[in-house]
């Protein structure tokens, strides 16, 4: 079975399962935490924060694909339609972000903090210094991933080798659960 992960993929899936997590949890928000939270969200402009670092991350992810590639060379063909695929992908994350899911999202902040807690942190976000934060994070993110995901990858093959060990393990031990994999002919 193939199992390979990067970060920037690991984010994307992280994203994806917001909503299953957020709906996970029935716990009823405060009202007015809740209006809070929904205004943080809107101060916070995440999904325009997504629509800058998507690119980013999209970017990140190409070099890791091409790191596996002797001399980071990915042939031709090859690098275009990667390079598409994860362009369309990662690069239009804020896509993700909806109307229903930002609302979910805010149902969780408010479930964990108060109302004046948000309204404290949304008036922060109007700070010079977090406004300025928050448009120069995609930048960074391009600076950042390379370094993050090279430190990563010694760990990153370690689990994917244990996670694979042990998916073989059980398929070993139960052969009936193969047809359950998604891709079982990879195991």
């Keep these: 079975m193939t199992l390979r992960l990067s970060l920037p993929l690991a984010l994307a899936m992280a994203v ?7 709906a996970a949890s029935s716990a009823q928000a405060d009202p ?17 924060q997504m629509k800058a670092l998507g ?17 980071s060379k990915m042939p031709d063909g090859l690098q275009s339609q990667v390079s598409a695929a994860v362009k369309a992908y990662l690069g239009s994350m804020d896509a993700v972000f ?3 899911l930002i609302d979910e ?4 902040y408010a479930r964990h903090y108060s109302a004046d807690e948000l309204r404290h942190v949304a008036a922060l976000m109007g700070d010079p ?4 934060f928050r448009q120069t ?16 990858q010694p760990r990153q093959r370690a689990f994917q080798a244990q996670i694979m060990t042990i998916v073989r393990d059980w398929i ?4 009936d659960d193969k047809a359950k994999l998604r891709s079982p002919q990879n195991s």
Excluded: C, W, Y
């Excluded at 007015?32 to 325009?48: E, F, H, N, P, T």
């Excluded at 690119?55 to 001399?71: C, G, K, L, V, Y």
């Excluded at 999202?105 to 969780?108: C, P, R, S």
């Design 16 to 22: 994806a399962a917001v909503p299953a997590m957020a």
């Design 32 to 48: 007015a935490a809740l209006a809070a939270a929904r205004d943080l969200m809107k101060a916070s402009d995440i999904v325009g």
């Design 55 to 71: 690119p980013s991350m999209a970017t990140a992810a190409e070099q890791q694909m091409r790191n596996m590639f002797t001399d």
């Design 98 to 100: 909806t109307p229903e």
């Design 105 to 108: 999202m805010a149902n969780v």
């Design 129 to 132: 210094v977090m406004v300025r």
């Design 137 to 152: 994070t995609p930048a960074l993110m391009t600076d950042l991933m390379p370094a993050m995901m090279k430190a990563m």
């Design 172 to 175: 070993t031990q139960h052969p």
